[in-house]
């Protein structure tokens, strides 16, 4: 019984600490211009292994050294199933499952995502929006109006600079401050 309550503590006291940062990154999100998301994106295209090219790197990815991805497939029930997976200073994948879904289905570019996947609530999720899409889905960049957050993804371990480049200058566009991105160890992982 005791630990019960100590489970039931923990996940409380976390569940209040994440709602408390995403009402912190929303109230900052109000001081800055709209954040444009792509007209629409076809999420069968869109499911599969995504590789991180870069990151604005959060407290849950400080234990990852590279070779991060994330790979996304239906769910039976319509939503959409997240695996992050990434290797750490030790050697060891780590893994991450949530469950995303989309918030916005006129554009399908704006997506809720929680890693607390049997609680389907919206106050307990994150904002996941596409931003930038490559035309063939080669790439995707994804935002949040706090421009606390952002990833820039791509189907293959390394993205040619030419096409960085752009993805960069339209980030900036968007009022993102591309300094504040880590490019992703993929080499020494995804060969």
């Not at 569940?15 to 800055?32: H, T």
Request: glycine fraction near 8%.
């Amino acid at each position: 019984m005791k630990n019960c309550t100590v489970g039931l503590m923990v996940f409380f006291i976390s569940s209040g600490l994440f709602y408390i940062s995403i009402m912190n990154a929303r109230a900052q999100a109000k001081d800055l211009p709209e954040l444009n998301t792509v007209k629409k994106v076809e999420l069968q295209k869109y499911l599969g292994k995504w590789y991180e090219i870069a990151t604005i790197t959060q407290s849950f990815q400080k234990k990852c050294v590279g070779g991060t991805t994330a790979t996304y497939s239906l769910r039976e029930d319509g939503d959409i199933e997240v695996l992050n997976e990434c290797y750490t200073a030790s050697g060891e994948l780590s893994q991450a499952r949530g469950r995303a879904w989309v918030f916005d289905k006129n554009s399908n570019a704006k997506l809720k995502v929680t890693f607390i996947p049997w609680l389907k609530l919206n106050f307990l999720s994150g904002d996941y929006w596409i931003i930038d899409l490559g035309p063939n889905y080669e790439y995707a960049v994804v935002g949040h109006p706090s421009r606390k957050y952002g990833w820039i993804l791509s189907r293959t371990p390394e993205l040619p600079d030419s096409t960085l480049k752009g993805i960069i200058s339209r980030l900036e566009a968007q009022g993102y401050d591309f300094s504040k991105f880590t490019m992703t160890n993929q080499k020494d992982f995804h060969r």
